[in-house]
């Protein structure tokens, strides 16, 4: 039961290290100290004072890079395989009773892989919103991204089963709304070609 708890929280993490990096982790040190986290053996350096100051300073370094226009693309670029680096980080350290294989294998598969995909969406919606705003609306995609990663990392872990189940709800919206917008897309290029066959 604590492997699977571990799991969950990790996970949960993991989902808000897609959406920023070091806040994640930031939370993870602050948790550790105060004796609500427990990491497991060869993490230890995540609840040390040394990786509040990295972790405080980089957190800082990231939310405000992310609200100058230039930087935050190049910050897009750059932040999909650390988060992805970080994820894997995040739920192999709270995974207990589990052999070395397994536990990196379901770091690299869960972790890795759900701050990729948050981290994705997060690109795709920020490209989204440079062209229909022509970068306006970053800064509120930023601070809606912010928000997000603090709320999904105190969730994952203060109720890491209620974080999952908001985590799984968000992603089937969002793919619903894709695959209709794809159906959409090809609904009205197969009508414009039956017009264009139509034509005289």
Known sequence: METLLGIAVGIGLSAACGFRVFVPLLVMNLASLGGQLHLSSGFAWIGSYYATVAFGTATIVEVLGYYISWLDHILD??????????????TASLVTDMS????WTLALIAGG????LVQ?????LRAKSSVSTAGIGNPIVSTLELVGSIVTALLAILAPLLCLALIAFVFNF??????RLVSGKRSSVNNMARQ???KP
Request: proline share 6%; aromatic share 2%.
């Open 113 to 116: 892989g759900m701050a990729g």
């Open 196 to 198: 264009g066959l139509r």
């Open 77 to 90: 670029i750059v932040a999909t395989p650390a988060a992805i680096i970080a994820g894997t980080i995040t």
């Open 174 to 179: 969002v793919i619903r709304k894709a695959v």
């Open 100 to 103: 070395p294989f397994l536990k």
């Open 120 to 124: 994705g969406t997060t690109v795709a």
